[in-house]
């Protein structure tokens, strides 16, 4: 600024000390300009983060309102910091008369030692579970499954523990309506599997009541036979010891029939023994099937076992279909016989119901050794299993049968049978278009 001041020439060195004053002045008036526009700056740079942060609170409120477990964090010595609005609801309480209280006044009593434990496992660090019982706004205990786990601070100290508690009331209550629905089912299971095998010792009395009806009818036949025979020759004899002319003895031989007697008595004989071995036979096999114990093992004939099977399911079904057994000699598989016979007859009933009625009706069993296994195939020339029910015919209850004439347990009792003897059985098609069922058993060790 150069001229006159309050009237006054001005030296050359006051002139050099305004123009120095001026240039600070507007050095302070920049700096000034500069520190307002950063405090401007700084202001909007503080609102910006103040709106992130009630952005990011009402985020996590909102999470936290809406969940709908149990949360408290609370310090080591159970005093609560926070607690969501489902602890809130639950108990009926206060977000101000909580906040500070200590956490075990909430808790029904005999839980204490349980909180402590969790609470100190979660402020150590350590993840642990267990159940409280939180006393609810109607005074009842509300069961809670708990999660304990650290509560940090801003510098990532650990000061307390947070529990997440999910209410297991309600799911304890569906989970015991559940578990008293299964043993109901169980039993029911039970009672069924009992009546299916009710059902097929009916078959299996009703095959032998037949097998031994033939026998003993002709033992009974002959045994008549032979006492017609007996009078006849006492007559016969009583004539010789009367001393009878033997004319009249010749007579009498004729009339008699004293000579076709003798010829016949050796087979009459012959024949009634047979029908009594027949019925001992018959009664072994009963007493081989019925004396060793469930779940006990023995070494069963695979060729014997196909051939009763066959025999007992044809008679009990009085089957017009031709069964034909083609079995390798000497096969030996570990098992219980009575149970194995009970699945063959199982699987030669279904192949029978398939074919009845059917001309060249046709029922083949089968058994070969494959390597450590034996496997036996019964195979039919019925109408074979509907692609859709393949994956359900092992399924207790499923039957296509008519209402009172199939369990549907027959497949499953066998599966479930073949299964605890370390076996397999699978269903497909047979070479004829019918069905044919496969069981893999391993071979009796060092046999066959
Ligand atoms: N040889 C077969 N040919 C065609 N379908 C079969 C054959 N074997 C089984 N099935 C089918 O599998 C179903 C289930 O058989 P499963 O033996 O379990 O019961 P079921 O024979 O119906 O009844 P139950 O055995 O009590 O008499 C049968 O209803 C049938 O549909
Ligand atoms: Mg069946």
Not at 32 to 41: G, H, W
Not at 156 to 166: K, M, N, P, Q, S
Not at 182 to 206: F, P
Not at 360 to 367: E, K
Request: charged share 25%; proline share 2%.
């Amino acid at each position: 600024m150069l001229g006159h001041q309050n009237g006054t020439v001005r030296t050359q060195g006051a002139m050099e000390l305004d123009s120095a004053s001026e240039a600070m002045w507007v050095d302070v008036i920049r700096r000034m300009d500069e520190v307002y526009s950063e405090l401007l700056r700084n202001e909007a740079d503080l609102e910006r983060k103040n709106a992130e942060l009630e952005e990011a609170q009402t985020f996590i409120s909102s999470v936290i309102a809406s969940v709908s477990d149990v949360l408290i964090a609370c310090s080591a010595d159970g005093r609560i910091k926070k607690v969501n609005p489902a602890f809130l609801k639950l108990t009926g309480h206060e977000e101000k008369a909580v906040l500070g209280s200590r956490i075990f006044g909430y808790l029904a009593e005999r839980d204490r030692p349980q909180a402590e434990r969790l609470i100190a496992a979660g402020h150590q660090g350590n993840v642990m579970e267990g159940d409280l019982h939180l006393i609810a706004a109607d005074g009842r205990e509300e069961c809670l499954a708990i999660r304990c786990a650290a509560l940090f601070d801003a510098g990532r100290r650990r000061i307390g523990a947070v529990l997440t508690g999910r209410p297991i009331s309600e799911l304890k209550q569906a989970y015991e309506a559940l578990h008293r629905a299964h043993m109901n089912l169980q039993q029911a299971q039970r009672r069924l599997i009992e009546q299916e095998k009710m059902a097929s010792l009916g078959r299996l009395v009703a095959g032998v009541a037949h097998e031994l009806n033939n026998p003993i009818s002709f033992v009974y036949g002959n045994i008549y036979t032979l006492d017609r025979y007996r009078k006849n020759l006492i007559f016969y004899l009583d004539a010789i010891h009367r001393g009878e002319t033997p004319e009249r003895l010749a007579e009498l031989r004729k009339s008699l029939k004293i000579d076709a007697i003798t010829a016949d008595v050796g087979s009459l004989l012959e024949g009634t023994l047979e029908g009594a071995n027949r019925v001992s036979d018959i009664v072994k096999n009963l007493r081989r099937l019925s004396f060793s114990k469930a779940g006990e093992r023995q070494t069963v004939d695979v060729g014997r076992l196909l051939r009763n099977s066959a025999h007992l399911a044809a008679k009990a079904k009085n089957a017009q279909a031709e069964i034909v057994i083609d079995s390798d000699p000497d096969l030996v598989i570990e098992g219980h016989e009575g149970q194995l016979h009970q699945v063959v007859v199982n699987l030669i009933d279904n192949a029978l119901h398939a074919v009845e009625g059917r001309d060249g009706a046709r029922v083949q069993l089968a058994a070969r050794r494959l390597d450590q296994a034996i496997e036996i195939s019964v195979a039919d020339n019925g109408p074979g299993i509907a692609e859709k029910d393949m994956g359900k015919i092992f399924e207790p209850f499923f039957t296509t049968k008519a209402v009172g004439e199939g369990t549907g347990l027959g497949l499953w009792i066998s599966f479930t049978i073949i299964e605890d003897f370390g076996g397999t059985i699978t269903a497909g098609r047979s070479k004829d278009g019918g069905a044919e069922f496969r069981i893999v058993l391993p071979a009796a060790e060092g046999r066959s």
